[in-house]
Nanobody, 122 residues
Framework: QVQLVESGGGLVQAGGSLRLSCAASGGTFSNYDMGWFRQAPGKERDFVAAIRWNGFSSNYADSVKGRFTISRDNAKNTVYLQMNSLKPEDTAVYYC???????????????WGQGTQVTVSS
């Protein structure tokens, strides 16, 4: 059983930056692909970014390409989401998630964190 704890959310002005962290425990972190998702009020949870277990490949939603960067440090059991050029529409609760690797990018994840709030003011 993998436990995931997100941190780093907060209030930032449009155009600013934040870095989210997600610390994993209870499993072998390098055995999992990791993803970030977000859910805005009244909306469904959406995919943001994902990274392979070895960090060699990543995938992004079109809405964040060129602004967000996902990375991981397997020695620290942590995955990061660097968010630059933030927009008010990036406001959401951000969740990290873990899934056992498969041939294509996973659609369904096995483990989820509790989320961290990101609010971008205009």
């Amino acid at each position: 059983q993998v436990q995931l704890v997100e941190s780093g959310g907060g209030l930032v002005q449009a155009g600013g930056s934040l870095r989210l962290s997600c610390a994993a425990s209870g499993g072998t972190f390098s055995n999992y692909d990791m993803g970030w998702f977000r859910q805005a009020p009244g909306k469904e949870r959406d995919f943001v970014a994902a990274i392979r277990w070895n960090g060699f490949s990543s995938n992004y939603a079109d809405s964040v390409k060129g602004r967000f960067t996902i990375s991981r440090d397997n020695a620290k059991n942590t995955v990061y989401l660097q968010m630059n050029s933030l927009k008010p529409e990036d406001t959401a609760v951000y969740y990290c998630a873990a899934v056992s690797p498969r041939a294509s990018w996973a659609q369904v994840y096995d483990y989820w964190g509790q989320g961290t709030q990101v609010t971008v003011s205009s």
